[in-house]
Structures are given as structure tokens and as C-alpha cells.
């Protein structure tokens, strides 16, 4: 029995084992982006700031910090500080239930799978008190704009965990990417991959569905009115957020630490390895869209959400458990 | 000692977070403290071992419920003085609804006992599976009402809400999609000096 310092310091070992290899992704991710970005527009994209410019990213966050953080004077101080840390705080707690390999979790808690939903729900606290509190009128379009749309799309995530789950028979994270050890969810649930990889796109407020802070008509969106520090918070929050969302779809899809054929020379790679790959992979997707897709107006993104997804997700549902039900392939 | 400890302390926060729903002067520092105590209540079930219960409330009240309060009122522009004058006028109604509420504890917790061993029955399983035991066997008439009780409601706003005004102009998808080149574009060949009759 280990006395209580030593686990109260192992505790916050684990937590910095997750939370610094999640903001220097962030910031790997951030270059990743704009070499994909570069790459498909047939630029070179940065490459001054160190080899390749891999230091891009990390001279762009010190860049951020030397800056004046401004204070509009009609804003609501204290809600305008808060937004952003409640942003990326709400991103980095989330990495608490998940699992990289079937042993190496923070918390492996029975509810893993809703606590994720729950916490990313809350995630549109953030922009939207940012948006109030601004007191200004783009911001607080971007806000209404941002509300509005993750929770249209939370809807159809819900409904696509709710078939990943029936298949399962479990809440528990592990047990979802261990029930997935002979076959990915993504083969036989493929539609509902498709669904989710959208949602989760529409979720993290990335481009086709970027609406909150859409260039072109507000401005910056929620973000209008940050500069310096706290603007450079929402931006880790949300490539967190990228991060996490492609966590979740891997472990909820793709098998999590799972190689894709259990062989010899695969499944002899410990799981991290093929963690990250998936991660990558599926982060990769999300650069991809972006540089491919022209963004959606406000009035299709909501069709996409309720007219098309609401549908199609719930009468997946319908389909699995009658499926399941009838070849008697429930889980207890 | 920590459960109890932690017991006081969010039942605490969640008195607080409560009184100030009720006197902060702005609505949406009130709905920020209802989600605060909306949080400390979630925080209350996972310590009773409800953890499943305490999500759920978590993810309607504070990620769908409260999101929506606060998209309303933070399009309210409101006289902050006549707000707190008109909380005085439902205080009467607001004591009715406490004493509702105060008759049903008093009633289940010192009338009404429970034929189930609590204790055994919530170690036997995790409360996910308990609640999936009895939610569509014992309790499914209830469960199905309270749906149709919420579809009549969610009914009820879409036809209060709903206006429909012939003038205002629509996105049609589908004829949009099924137009051809034919549709919209005429070849004409103009020969010189006649121009293209107008019909």
C-alpha cells in the first residue's frame, strides 16, 4: 500500500504524461496543418524557423505571449478572462479517461464514454460566454451561430455512440476498444463512422463547419475581441479539441491500440504505436477537408444536422438492435 | 471522512450557487450559477455512487437545457429594476412549489419504505445496469408517458413557434437539383439586324 504522497505524486506524473505530449502535439499539429494546407495549394508552407520549419508553431506561441493582452472596456472582465481557460481546460480534462493502451489511463472509469460526451458538450461554454462577454456584435453572432450548431450535431454524435454501444455492451472506454479486437467498428458500422467523423468536424467548429468564427462575415467570430495569451488559449483548446475528437474516434471506431490484422510482425509493435498512427491518420482527414471543402452556409449546416443525420443515425439505431436482437449478437 | 467532507462541501457550493441564481442583478450570471448548480447536484450523485445519473443530468441540464436558457436570455435586453421588482410577485408561487416539494421528501423518505435492500442491490451491479434492468421492463409504461409527455410538449413549442408566411422565400433542394442545363439556358441563334423577341 503506497502511502498517499507518493500517489497523490504519481497522480500528477500521469497527468503531465498525458497534458504535455497533448499541447506539444498541438503545436506539431498547428505546423502539420499549415505544410498539409501548403502542400495541397502547391506552396511550401513554413520553413524558415528551425529544420523545416518544425519551430514554427513554438516561435508563434512565444510570439503570442510577448503580446499586450487587451481588455475591451465594455466587456464583462471577469467572464471575458475565463472563457478561454475554461476552454482549454474543459479540452485537457477530457484526456482523463482516455485510454492509449489497455493499461495506461488516468482514470479508467465505468462511464468513460459519457463523461467524454458530457465534457465536450460544456466545451460551447467557452465560446459562447466569450461571445457575451465580448460585448460586441460579431463575437456575439459567432456565439448564437456556435450554440446553435454543436448542438445540433451533439444530437447525431449521441445517437452514434448510442449504436457503438449496443454493439458493446459497455460504457467503459477499454472495454469498447477491447470488444473491437477481431473486428473495427468502422467495417460494420461504417455509415455511422462517416456520421461521426462529420460531427466531430462540425463538434471542434473546424472548416466546412467553421461558422463561429467564419472570416468572410464575422470578423473572427467568437474570438474577435482576444488578442495576446488569451486568444493563444482558444487556439490550443480547439486543436486539443482536434486531437480529442480523434481519440474518441479511433477508440470508438478504428480499434484504438489494436493492430489492423493481429499477426506476428504487427501485433508485436506495442499499442501507443498504433494509437498515435490512427490519431494521425485521422487527424490528417481533418486537414484534408479542410483544404478541400468550400465552407457551408448556416442554413445547410442545420439541415445537414437535423434533416439528414437526426434521421439517418436513429434509424441506425433501430437497424443495429434489431440486428443484434434477432441473430442473438446482443452483449450482456 | 472525505466522502462526507466532500458531501458538505458541494452541498454547500450548491446552496450558494443557488441563492445567486436567485439575486444576482444580471440573467446571465443567473443562468451561469444555475449551471454551477447543476454541476455541484452532478457532483452530489457521482458521490452517492450514482455516477451514471449524476452524467446524464450533467449532459441534458447542463449541456443542452442551460446552453439553451443561456441563448435566450442573452438575447434579452432587461430593465434590471423591473426584474427584481417582479420577483417579489412570485414568491407566494415560488413557496407553494417548495412546500410541494418539502411534502414529497418528508413523505419518501419517513413514510414510504423501501422494499428493496438498498445496500445489496446497489453493490450487486454498477448503476448503468440497474437502471437498464428496469427502464423498459418495470417502469416502461412510465418511461413511455413521460416520452409522450415530452414529444405533446416539444409539439406545443414547434406550433407556438411556427409561422408560416407564403412571402418568404425557401431553398428548394430538390428542384434545385433536378434542374438541367435545358431549364434555364436557350440557345438562340440571332440573325442579323433582329434581335430576340422578348415573350
Keep these: 500500500m503506497p502511502s498517499l504522497s507518493l500517489e497523490i505524486t504519481i497522480g500528477i506524473l500521469k497527468i503531465f504524461s498525458f497534458v504535455v505530449p497533448v499541447l506539444v502535439s498541438v503545436a506539431l499539429l498547428v505546423y502539420l496543418e499549415r505544410k498539409v494546407l501548403g502542400a495541397v495549394q502547391l506552396r511550401k508552407g513554413p520553413n524558415v524557423v528551425g529544420p523545416f520549419g518544425i519551430l514554427q508553431s513554438f516561435a508563434d506561441v512565444l510570439k503570442l505571449l510577448t503580446k499586450e493582452n487587451l481588455l475591451p472596456s465594455s466587456s464583462n472582465k471577469f467572464l471575458f478572462i475565463f472563457a478561454p481557460m475554461l476552454t482549454l481546460i474543459l479540452s485537457l480534462i477530457a484526456w482523463a479517461v482516455i485510454p492509449i493502451s489497455s493499461t495506461y489511463v488516468i482514470a479508467n472509469i465505468n462511464i468513460g464514454i459519457l463523461y467524454l460526451f458530457a465534457v465536450s458538450s460544456f466545451g460551447v461554454y467557452g465560446v459562447i460566454i466569450a461571445g457575451w462577454a465580448s460585448n460586441s456584435k460579431y463575437p456575439f453572432l459567432g456565439a448564437l451561430r456556435s450554440a446553435a450548431q454543436m448542438i445540433s450535431y451533439e444530437v447525431s454524435i449521441g445517437f452514434v455512440i448510442i449504436t457503438v454501444l449496443i454493439c458493446v455492451g459497455s460504457l467503459n472506454l477499454i472495454d469498447i476498444v477491447e470488444s473491437q479486437k477481431n473486428m473495427w467498428f468502422a467495417i460494420p458500422l461504417l455509415p455511422m463512422f462517416v456520421v461521426f467523423i462529420i460531427s466531430a468536424l462540425a463538434e471542434t467548429n473546424r472548416l466546412p463547419f467553421d461558422l463561429p468564427e467564419d472570416e468572410a462575415t464575422l470578423v473572427a467570430g467568437f474570438f474577435t475581441e482576444y488578442s495576446s495569451i488569451s486568444f493563444g488559449l482558444f487556439f490550443l483548446a480547439e486543436y486539443a479539441n482536434m486531437i480529442l475528437m480523434s481519440s474518441l474516434t479511433v477508440i470508438l471506431f478504428l480499434g484504438g491500440w489494436y493492430p489492423p490484422i493481429d499477426i506476428f510482425p504487427l501485433n508485436a509493435i506495442p499499442g501507443i504505436f498504433w494509437f498515435v498512427i490512427k490519431v494521425f491518420l485521422i487527424l490528417f482527414v481533418f486537414l484534408w477537408v479542410r483544404a478541400t471543402f468550400p465552407r457551408y452556409r448556416y442554413d445547410q449546416l442545420m439541415r445537414l444536422g437535423w434533416k439528414i443525420f437526426l434521421p439517418l443515425t436513429l434509424i441506425w439505431v433501430v437497424i443495429t438492435s434489431a440486428f443484434l436482437f434477432y441473430f442473438g449478437l446482443l452483449p450482456n | ?199
Design chain 2, 1 to 199: 471522512m472525505f466522502l462526507v467532507g466532500s458531501f458538505f462541501l458541494f452541498a454547500a457550493f450548491l446552496i450558494t450557487t443557488c441563492i445567486f441564481v436567485i439575486f444576482s442583478k444580471n440573467p446571465v450570471n443567473s443562468v451561469l450559477f444555475l449551471v454551477l448548480a447543476f454541476l455541484n447536484s452532478t457532483f452530489l450523485f457521482i458521490l452517492i455512487g450514482a455516477e451514471f445519473v449524476g452524467i446524464i443530468l450533467a449532459i441534458v441540464y447542463i449541456g443542452a437545457v442551460a446552453i439553451l436558457f443561456l441563448f435566450v436570455v442573452m438575447m434579452l435586453d432587461i430593465q434590471i429594476t423591473t426584474l427584481m421588482y417582479n420577483i417579489k410577485r412570485y414568491v407566494p408561487l415560488a413557496l407553494l412549489f417548495a412546500g410541494i416539494i418539502l411534502a414529497e421528501i418528508i413523505y419518501l423518505t419517513v413514510f414510504k419504505t423501501s422494499k428493496v435492500n438498498i445496500d445489496t442491490f446497489i453493490r450487486s451491479k454498477n448503476n448503468t445496469e440497474q437502471i437498464g434492468d428496469v427502464l423498459y421492463t418495470k417502469y416502461f409504461i412510465d418511461f413511455q408517458l413521460s416520452g409522450i409527455v415530452l414529444l405533446l410538449a416539444m409539439i406545443g413549442a414547434i406550433v407556438l413557434t411556427h409561422v408560416y408566411r407564403p412571402t418568404i422565400k425557401r431553398q428548394n433542394i430538390d428542384s434545385q437539383n433536378s434542374t438541367t442545363a435545358k431549364d434555364r439556358v436557350q440557345l438562340v441563334k440571332i440573325k442579323p439586324g433582329e434581335g430576340i423577341k422578348d415573350d
